[in-house]
């Protein structure tokens, strides 16, 4: 493995590090890219997110971004060339455009009990490393440990895993800085989860290369 | 202390910090953010003693802000794009009568077509209502500011509005240093105003002035900002020297010492340019940036100053004067008469669209070359006009405008996808 | 006012108060110590209702509120008759600030005497029916809803003076203004029209509302004293005849006040929390002649041509007001 990849998964950043999350009005699309936010922050980094909208309503397509960079980040525009997409709602991927952009080593991660296959976008993600796009059946965690279907935190988890970026204590700190009491333990829950699940993925995906 | 927090909160609490005594505001996108967190703050008791009154407009908001004011208290409030304009009438009255009252706008086009994204056709629709207008080109600044505003209001006697990028800074989440109580008590003294109504010492204010004095009134407002100008630049060094960093003044240069290309802009883009100047300048670019923090007054010797030895100088703007071009360049080629540098207008960025690096690099590089217009417009979609053109030139019923374009666009989209 | 009536009562004379009341029962205005809130040397029209209610109002709020009160005030006739450049005939503390917003520059400054510790300070806010029943409207339902600690008096001379006697939604029917003229099959202004911001004052079920006239010196008195001691939204609607707009004698304000409210064409009634709590009995009832005769801006109801059943509508109109809100008594005599 190169350095850069190595530098990575030891979480750390040598160059401004782009994410773009997609999904739609009220599955905490934009809450997701506040809490990417906090935990590179708890690490020390410097981030920016920031959502871009629509006249809101629910289930309306949202997008929102998270810059995260060691030095402060002057850059307003969206993201146009993300590193990793985290796409919270499945249907959005035939109707907008979520891979425009997208970099050749990028990291994709979808809300999705299918397989990357079975959603038919196997062509799509086929020039990515193997190990960088990941399903996660985010919003059955989220059922299973907050009682309601959002799929943001289960995928920050997943997120957490897939790329090593952050750290999963740095992720977990800042979702329970965002949600109080015993919500924010729930929502916690479901992201460690969906490391857990992550982990395993990239340990086996580790194995075989 | 250092947080992560959206920048709206950071303002909310950063005014809160000012002891404000009337807080009153109507909600409109993009500053909604900014006045729940005040509402919540008043509510829990965080913020005391302070009255919070929910409004029922815009109009109503600054006219509390007025009585409140004029009676001795520190007042609040905070609109953008439709919700200015229609408060318009209390814009010009609180300057007129030397209200030191602070708002936040968060920079939101006006319609129609109706639009709640950012530019800067709001807070330019009142650049001459004679409040003083700053513009924050960071998070941080824009929470920041306030300080500087309260401070700068009370000693001039003058309302201060503080211009934030609306979703592009309001909505965003950053580090910001949040100053503390006794930090901003020591730099911000409590309100003592010129005027105030109080039965103890009975005055009438907001007589009619008639043509003999009319004159003398507007001259003493024109006077007040020249002092502005003064004035800013001290509080500024003077908020350096207690929290140790750079906010406000009237501008602020990047990499413009040996420039012969210097751009100029108001607020957050300033971000994203600073980012291409630095992209430029590996190669063998000579350029440099510089963001004006103080729009009114408008810093016509520090301009001139921070620009005079450039070649040319390329204003990015995010409003317009129809039939004319730009408002800010209009400003800036006042700085600059006689000098000969030459001056391109690029309108960008307006109700929204995104000022992206790839195009501002094509522009500035342009500008090197001598290859640009005097006026453009960035990334202006000219098909979607040569259509609309077209489409008015066959048939009078040509139907709505904007409506036909938005049509077009998928038409367009269709036939490249 | 819940006084006794007293059905002897001097007519054909200027005199106010009476020497054998105790002080505390005699007008504010008999007193030679009265404040004169609003003192000579303005510039109204000789016989304007309005600034004489101005007067009797302000004065009265200042002995309610032990001389404490604070007034803003809206564009308009007495805006500007009271303070021409360099003068001002305020003694108060007094702000003018734009035609819509008294209601709410009113609110920000109880706000302000609210932080700062001082609630012993009533705030008033004043404005014509202009400012009031119209463009002003709106500020004035949001003081209300929110229940502010205002009390807004209104004084209604049934039209857009300053500017030169335009309508306003205060405008009578059938009268002439600059914007309603007398001509064409149905002069002067429209039936069926108009607001009663008494009654929309009453559907926000605000604690006090009143109406009052220039003409009842002691009940205008009683009703903006009691007002001023109260909290919360107060409102005060004030009929003021202004002679120029109306067409009258400037010696017959006080007459012309006097038939509007006893011909049931004005009724003075006082309301908490939008129930009518009293109501003044006419005292002498009148045709509505007597009052349209006075005034040139009703004058085409009396020429030749003129369909009498316009007089006949404005007469029904004093009827429904007698009969709805209870005018006529056994005290009346017609």
């Known amino acids: 493995m190169d350095t850069e990849v190595l530098n990575k998964c030891r979480g750390w950043l040598t160059e401004l590090f782009q994410a773009r999350i997609h999904g739609r009005g009220g599955q905490g699309v934009v809450t997701a890219a506040e809490i990417l936010s906090i935990a590179a922050f708890i690490e020390g980094k410097y981030a920016q997110a920031f959502p871009t909208f629509g006249s809101e309503r629910m289930g309306a397509p949202v997008t929102a971004y998270c810059r995260i960079d060691n030095h402060p980040i002057r850059l307003r525009e969206p993201v146009v060339t993300p590193d990793a997409l ?29 397989s990357i296959p079975d959603l038919g976008i196997g062509e799509l993600v086929k020039p990515l490393p193997p190990e960088h796009c990941c399903t996660l059946p985010a919003t059955a965690l989220g059922l299973e440990h907050i009682g309601r279907p959002i799929p943001n935190s289960a995928l920050l988890g997943g997120f957490a895993a897939m790329t090593q970026l952050l750290k999963f204590e740095s992720v977990a700190a800042a979702i329970a800085s965002k949600f109080p009491g015993s919500l ?26 | 202390m250092l947080r992560q927090v959206e920048t709206s909160r950071a303002i909310a609490e950063t005014v809160a910090l000012c002891r404000p005594e009337v807080v009153c505001a109507y909600p409109i996108t993009p500053q909604t953010h900014i006045v729940e967190s005040l509402a919540e703050m008043v509510k829990a008791g965080q913020l005391q003693p302070c009255e919070f009154i929910n409004v029922e407009s815009e109009f109503a908001a600054l006219s509390v802000a007025i009585g409140a004011s004029a009676a001795g208290a520190r007042a609040y409030t905070a609109t953008a794009s439709q919700g200015l304009l229609f408060m318009a009438e209390a814009v010009y009255n609180a300057a007129g009568l030397g209200l030191p009252i602070v708002m936040t706008i968060g920079n939101r086009a006006i319609g129609a ?18 409040w003083i207008q700053f513009y924050a080109e960071t998070a941080q600044e824009a929470a920041d500011l306030h300080v500087l505003a309260f401070r700068v209001a009370e000693e001039l006697s003058c309302p201060v509005m503080v211009c934030v990028d609306g979703f592009v800074l309001t909505h965003s989440y950053e580090p910001v240093d949040i100053l503390c109580q006794n930090e901003v008590d020591a730099y911000l003294p409590s309100f003592e105003p010129r005027q105030v109504l109080d039965p103890a010492e009975p005055v009438s204010i907001g007589a009619m002035v008639g043509p003999e004095a009319f004159l003398e009134v507007r001259y003493l407002a024109h006077h007040k900002q020249l002092r502005a100008l003064e004035y800013i630049p001290e509080v500024s060094r003077k908020f350096q020297e207690q929290f140790g960093r750079i906010s406000g003044g009237l501008l602020r240069t990047y990499r413009t010492e040996d420039a012969d290309t210097i751009v100029v802009a108001l607020g957050s883009v300033n971000g994203t340019i600073q980012d291409v100047v630095d992209d430029m300048r590996q190669g063998t670019s000579a350029v440099g940036c510089v963001s004006i923090c103080s729009y009114r007054p408008f810093p016509l010797a520090a301009l001139r100053a921070a620009l005079g030895s450039a070649r040319r100088i390329v204003v990015i703007e995010k409003s317009l004067a129809p039939g004319i071009g730009g408002i800010l360049s209009t400003d800036v080629r006042t700085a600059l008469s006689g000098t000969g540098i030459q001056i391109f207008t690029a309108i960008a960025g307006l109700g929204g669209r995104p000022i992206t690096k790839a195009s501002l690099r094509t522009l500035f590089e342009s500008a090197e070359a001598g290859k640009l217009d005097e006026l453009v417009f960035l990334d202006l979609h000219s098909e979607l006009i040569q259509r609309h053109l077209e489409r008015e030139s066959k048939q009078r019923r040509s139907g709505p405008a904007a409506e036909n374009l938005l049509s077009d666009i998928r038409i367009l989209a269709a036939q490249i996808g | 006012m819940p006084q006794p009536l007293v059905k002897f009562y001097q007519t054909g004379t200027f005199t106010v108060g009476n020497r054998l009341l105790q002080k505390e029962d005699a007008s504010v205005q008999s007193d030679e110590l009265r404040p004169n809130a609003l003192t000579s040397g303005h510039r109204a029209c000789q016989g304007c209702g309005e600034a004489l209610g101005a007067r009797y109002a302000l004065d009265a709020a200042m002995r309610a509120a032990k001389d404490q009160i604070i007034v803003a005030n809206a564009t308009g006739c007495l805006e500007v008759f009271s303070t021409p450049y360099p003068e001002s005939s305020w003694r108060v503390p007094w702000m003018h600030s734009l035609f819509a917003n008294a209601a709410s520059v009113a609110t920000g400054i109880a706000a302000a005497m609210r932080v700062k510790g001082r609630p012993e300070v009533r705030i008033v806010a004043q404005g014509g ?12 339902s949001g003081m209300f809803e929110r229940n502010d600690d205002v009390l807004y008096v209104c004084y209604d001379n049934e039209a857009y003076m300053n500017t030169g006697v335009q309508r306003s939604s205060a405008t009578p029917a059938a009268a002439r203004t600059a914007t309603t003229p007398a001509i064409g099959s149905q002069p002067g202004n429209a039936f069926g029209r108009g607001k009663s911001v008494p009654l929309i004052a009453m559907a926000h079920r605000i604690p006090y509302v009143a109406t009052a006239s220039v003409a009842e010196l002691r009940d205008l008195e009683y009703k903006i004293e009691k007002a001023t001691r109260m909290q919360g939204a107060r409102y005060v609607h004030i009929h003021v005849p202004c002679p120029l707009g109306w067409g009258a004698e400037p010696r017959d304000t006080i007459r012309i006040a006097r038939l509007a409210v006893e011909t049931g064409l004005y009724p003075l009634f006082e309301a908490e929390f939008g129930t009518i709590t009293e109501r003044n009995p006419i005292r002498h009832l009148m045709p509505v002649e007597d009052y349209l005769r006075l005034q040139k801006r009703f004058e085409h109801l009396f020429q030749p041509g003129a369909d009498p059943q316009w007089i006949r509508s404005i007469q029904e109109i004093a009827n429904k007001n007698i009969q709805e809100f209870g005018l006529v008594t056994e005290a009346t005599h017609a």
């Open chain 2, 113 to 130: 077509p109706i639009n709640i994204w950012n530019d800067h056709s709001d807070s330019m629709s009142m650049r001459d209502a004679g």
């Open chain 1, 86 to 114: 985290i796409i919270q709602d499945a249907t959005l991927l035939h109707r907008v455009p979520v891979f425009q952009g997208l970099a050749d080593s990028g990291y994709v991660l979808i809300n999705s009990a299918q």
């Open chain 1, 184 to 209: 924010g333990e729930k929502n916690v829950a479901a992201a460690s989860a969906a490391y857990r699940l992550g982990m395993e993925r990239t340990m086996t995906h580790a194995k075989a290369s």
């Open chain 3, 129 to 140: 029916d202009g400012g009031t029943t119209d463009i002003g409207l709106g500020c004035l």
